[in-house]
Each structure stands twice: as C-alpha cells, then as structure tokens.
C-alpha cells in the first residue's frame, strides 16, 4: 500500500522494477522516444532525473507489464475485486453474507476522508517549471497524459457525485496564453461533459480541478469504467488500500492532498480554442478541433513531486496494459449489465474502439430447421450502446453453441464467424451515426457509421488456406496474400474521391464476379501493402478497421439489396488510406540517434534492451 508516487518508486527499484535515468534528457520528443524503444522492449519503469527545462522528475512505463501492475497492487487486489464482483451481484453478499465481511470491512475504510489545511505540503508554481513533454513530431504542444481531472455536479455538489476522468490535457501551444489557459479534449457524453452542460445551463463557469501523480490507484480511477453509482474517489481509496484525502481551497476549488501536482481553473460556458494535433492511441494524429478551454487559476506542487507520464500510440503501449488490468479488475461486470452476453472484446491492435469482437447466446429460435441471428442482435445492439462499446465500428458477434467459443483467440474466432456467416443475410449497418473523436475514417467529427456481423448454427463453408486463382491476375489489383484462412489481402490502385474509389471497386467485384464461385474466401482486404497487412496479425487488425468506415468502404461481389437489407457473396473493405485520413504516426530518426547513447555502454539504459 502506498501513500505516495515516490513510495511506489522507491518500491519498485527495490525490487528490480525501475531503472534510474541520470543523463539530461530533453522533453521535447526524446523522453517519449526513450518510453517506446523500453516499452517495446519490455523493460522496466524509467525514472528521469534530469530533464532540461524543469527541476521535477518524471516517471514513465509504470504499467508497462500486467506483471509490474499486479506488484504494485498486490496488496489490494484480490479485495478490490471481490467488492466489484459484489457490486455487479449483490445477491453473492446474501447468499454467503459471512465470507463477504472483510471486503464491505475494506469497503468502509476507502470512503474518501475530508481535511482541513490542504494546501499544506505544497507551493504555487507555474506551468512552465513542469516537465512539458512533446510526444510526436507534430503534436500542437506539450500534453499531460496520465491526468486525473475532477469536477463535481453542479446540481449535486460533493465528491462522492463527483467526476473523476482521465481526458487529455494541452499545456502549451496553438492559440493557448502560456501559464493561464490549457486545452480539455473530452466527448460530451463523458461525466466532466455532463457537469459541463449542466454548467452551460445555468449560464456559470465549471471547476476543474486536474490532479497528476499521487499514489498509483489514483491514476488507474480516473481511467476505470465503474459501475454507476460507484465513485471513482471510492474506488481509488479500495485500490490503494487508504483512503481519498481531500479538501477545498479557500475558492472552493477541490486539492488531493495526495496528488503530487494540482493545477485548478475554470471552464465557461462557450469558451473553446483549437487543441491539437495529438499523436493518440490509434496509431495516428487526431488533428485540431476546437475543445474547451480551462482558465487556470493556481499550479500547485508538492516539495519532492514527480511527474508521470505514458505515450500513446499504435498499440500495444502501456495503455493496453490499462486495458487488460481493467478487464481483470471488472471481471462479468459486462454479463450483469447485458444479458445474453458472455463475453466483449474490444481489440487493442485494432485501436480498441474501431472493432468489438463478442460471444452470445441464441435462444430465440430453438425449435427452427434453419438457425439464424436472432437474440444475437438483440444483444449487438444492447452492446453498441453501452458506455464506450458505442464508439465501436465493426461488430463481430458469434453463439457458443456445443463448443465453447472466446473471443480472445482473434484468429479463431474470425475463422468461426466467417465459416458460418450468410452473407445475404446476417450483415447489418447502422449509418449517419456516432464513431470515436479520435477515428477520421469516417465522414466528420465523431460522424460515421457502424456494421454488425453476425453467425450462428452450422458450418456453411470452407475456409481457403491458400490465395484463390480468382483473384491472382487481376488488372490493377495486385499482390494477393492470404492473411488468415478465409481472408485476402490485395493491392489497389490510389484514388482522390469516394466516386473513384466505386468505380474502382464496381470494376473489381466486376471481374472476380466473372470468374465464377468464391465461397472459400468470405472476407477480402483492399489496401495500400498486402504485404504488410499478411505479414500479421496486429498489421490487419490495425490496418482494416482504422483505415475504414463501413457503410463508405464496405463492398461485395454480386451485392444487392433486398427490402433496405444489403447482402453479397464475398465481403470487401476497402483499407487503402484515404485523402481524408489522418496521418500515421512516425519517429524522428535524429531524435532515435540522439537517445542510443543512453543504450550504450555505460549508459543509464545499458542492457535494457535484451
């Protein structure tokens, strides 16, 4: 249990989990570079004790390992569990109300404790002495990305009604004053936008308190998906095992007494400046939009603080690490709330939000000769408008049947839903709606659409495990590799508007229409390289689903649409970059040479890289 970020390092280098990083080291693109090459390594946490520009230090990849996070809360965690477990079924307390004693007991004890003096511990400081770490090459400025921002209902004021969420932070930058103003990028349906709206409504400003550091738990809460009426705050005092210490400011602004830095302001109401670009987690810039803007009020500091930091970017990186802690930590909190679901994966390689892969149950129809989705799509829908799952774009959705069925073997799964799925029929699209901010495959902000695919019953077909003669030889389509049984991977040409790309498409469901029967391969892959989408698994998933927007790129051989419902015999999502997409992020090869000295012989990070 720690009562601080500096116990949790101190912890952690005892025992083997942290390396010291003595050089100068420039925030501007080097310290994020560093991150990636021991994230990717998987090494240990890294903290920067040098850092040009500041005199704070900086903790980077502190989740970096499903091992490293179980060890820091290895003290709470099987308790921490079992009360979410009880959350999600309260009827486990009734049924065996004597082995659940210690976890309420546990419970009790995590309620957040109010205190007076807050300011005590800390100093007033200005934007500018904190490390202001630039992540890619072309983010608009420095960014927090593992903050904790707080606001309370201004309907019911209290931290136990409070928001407390992990939304980006841009501290410097584009049209921003330096030292009195930051950019806030959250959607509007998240809880800091709900007490946002209610704000705007009574025409007041909205404070924001935004806590950095502090015990571990504290950052995990803020990025927790918890069941409602559970408080984050709540929550952080049950993983740290000691309890949220807080008080207000004489303005009234909530202080974590624990935080090693709090930066407090306000937002007012119709108050945006552009924020971004941002290098994010799909693996691309999310490029400049207007966002609120947060007028600061105090920076604060505590004596010894320590700023931490991740950097997000084609996953995996630490925040998938987030992911599968979570996904521990929640346990069947997704079967309580739908039922008929086993099971919801939202697939890091593909960027999490773009493709959902799920396992239910069909009982709708037990007694018809001819299976078909039924309940499946009750629960798809049920899915795609749950909290976060409604950011998703690709649904893939199976029955376990006689054979368990999981979600976490990808190729399996696909090979299974492919093997099953009529293609006239079980394919569904939802149009003209919502995708994630961060995903400019579709045809606005936050516009797109979404498909659901769905299989059950009896195997209807054979999946090829080689390219198919049809589709080698074909004019201006080139390179066909297989990238998973029943799925092809093919080169097309470039193309400037939505009206060549259908002509192009028109042309090649045209040509391997003519060229007879394909039924062995359901599914194929228009892209820019087959062979990088074949050469893995993550480069398809990543590739297909972020690169695409269903009702704009989804095709098929010998197509038609029957009563408003489309169908077709092959299956083809055009992944090829579009003129709209974002641009991918790359490293700068001067910055990577300028940080090899640090891997070198008698540097910091000598052997770090096995």
Excluded at 450 to 468: H, N, Q, S
Excluded at 483 to 499: C, D, H, Q, R, S
């Amino acid at each position: 249990m720690y009562t601080s970020l500096e116990a949790c390092i101190k912890d952690l280098e005892q025992n083997g989990h942290l390396i010291r990083i003595r050089e100068e080291v420039d925030p501007l693109l080097e310290m994020s570079a560093i991150h990636l090459r021991v994230f990717e390594a998987g090494g240990p946490a890294l903290l920067f004790e040098n850092i040009k520009g500041s005199r704070y230090k900086a903790v980077s990849n502190l989740f970096g390992t499903m091992e490293r996070g179980k060890f820091i809360f290895r003290d709470t965690w099987e308790s921490t569990q079992n009360i979410i477990a009880l959350r999600n079924d309260p009827m486990k307390a009734l049924k065996t109300p004597f082995r659940h004693i210690s976890d309420a007991t546990s419970a009790i004890k995590a309620l957040p404790l109010k205190q007076g003096n807050v300011l005590s511990g800390f100093k007033e400081i200005q934007i500018t002495d904190l490390p202001l770490i630039k992540h890619w090459p072309m983010d608009g400025g420095a960014f927090i990305t593992l903050p904790q921002v707080y606001s309370e209902d201004p309907d019911k004021q209290g931290i136990m009604q409070a928001n407390l969420g992990m939304y980006r932070v841009q501290l410097t930058g584009n049209e921003f004053e330096t030292n009195k103003e930051l950019g806030l990028h959250y959607q509007i349906h998240r809880g800091i936008g709900v007490h946002q709206h209610k704000a705007n409504r009574k025409g007041e400003p909205l404070k924001v308190s935004i806590f950095v550091g502090g015990p571990p738990a504290h950052t995990v809460s803020a990025v927790m998906p918890l069941p409602e009426g559970l408080s984050e705050m709540l929550f952080a005092g049950l993983l740290a095992g000691k309890r949220f210490r807080y008080g207000y400011d004489e303005a009234g602004y909530c202080i974590s007494r624990d935080a090693d830095f709090v930066i407090t302001g306000e937002i007012h109401p119709s108050e945006t400046k552009p924020e971004g670009p941002f290098g994010d987690h799909l693996g691309y810039y999310s490029l400049t939009h207007p966002f609120p803007m947060m007028r600061i009020r105090k920076v604060y500091a505590k004596q010894n603080a320590i700023w931490p930091f991740t950097v997000v970017g084609r996953p995996p990186q630490e925040d998938t690490t987030f992911g599968a802690l979570i996904h521990e930590l929640t346990g069947g909190a997704i079967k309580q709330e739908i039922p008929g679901v086993k099971e919801v994966h939202a697939v890091d390689a593909a960027g999490v939000h773009p493709l959902l892969l799920a396992v239910g149950y069909e009982r709708y129809t037990p007694y018809t000769k001819v299976k078909q989705p039924a309940e499946l799509l009750t629960i798809a829908n049920r899915i795609l408008g749950t909290n976060q799952l409604s950011l998703a774009k690709y649904l893939f959705i199976a029955a376990e049947e006689e054979q368990p069925l999981s979600t976490h073997n990808i190729s399996q799964f696909l090979s299974y839903v492919l093997e099953r799925i009529d293609l006239k029929r079980d394919i569904h699209f939802q149009t003209n709606t919502t995708i994630d901010t961060l995903d400019y495959s579709g045809n606005g902000l936050n516009q797109g659409s979404k498909v659901i695919f769905a299989a059950c019953g009896d195997k209807k077909r054979d999946l090829c495990t080689e390219v198919p003669e049809q589709l080698k030889e074909l004019r201006n389509y080139v390179n066909p590799r297989l990238i998973l049984p029943g799925m092809v991977a093919i080169e097309g040409p470039t193309f400037n508007t939505y009206a060549d790309a259908e002509q192009q498409l028109d042309e090649l469901t045209n040509a391997i229409s003519m060229r007879g029967e394909l039924s062995s391969c359901p599914l194929i892959v228009l892209c820019d390289s087959s062979s990088f989408v074949s050469e893995k698994l993550d480069n398809f998933l990543w590739t297909t689903f972020t690169r695409s927007n269903p009702s704009h790129d989804i095709y098929g051989v010998n197509a038609d649409s029957t009563f408003k419902h489309w169908g077709c015999d092959n299956l083809i999502i055009d992944a090829r970059t579009k003129p709209h997409h974002a641009p991918p992020l790359i490293s700068e090869p001067a910055v990577e040479k300028r940080i090899d000295p640090l891997f070198a012989k008698g540097g910091s990070l000598s052997g770090v890289l096995k």
